[in-house]
């Protein structure tokens, strides 16, 4: 231990819970082990006492990203309140929102993540009646809308909440 530097009490959590700080700080492309290693402030081979590298470090974060999702989707009774839902998670965790949004591509060969996944896009299945075709253009919808609006994509002065109030009524049947 270095003079006077008080050692760190880490844990596999603690080690995803600060990789997922960083990430929704930063953005999901700033993820590398050194950077949260400084974050930690341990040296970056400590990290692999925790955690089996990035793509572990990467898959941990996305089963988060996928409960979190879940969860904040679970309650939605409506296209309208799902859709508040979706883009309150986007925004308070880009970088988990970031994870879960490409899930899908890497759960062939991960029953875990699978059943992860398939639970995260429960509650739009349930409120859009288990159609798959109607779900996946809401989804499609949702993810454009908070993707552009995380990019600064609408620069024309017309309220943004507006503009979004109204993508919903067009997504209600």
Partial sequence: MVRGVKRVALSPDAVVDEAARLVDEEGWEALHLGRLADRLGIKTPSLYKHVGGLPDLRRRLTLQGLAGFRDALGAAESVAELGHAYRAFA?????????????????????????????????????????????????????GFVTLERAGGFGLPASVDESFDRLLRTLTP
């Fill in 91 to 143: 925004r308070a965790h880009p970088g988990l929102y970031a994870a879960t949004a490409t899930a899908a591509a890497r759960t062939q060969d991960d029953e875990e993540l699978r059943a992860a996944a398939d639970a995260a896009v429960a509650p739009l299945l349930r409120v859009v009646g288990d159609d798959v075709h109607a779900a996946r253009a809401v989804r499609a919808a949702l993810h």
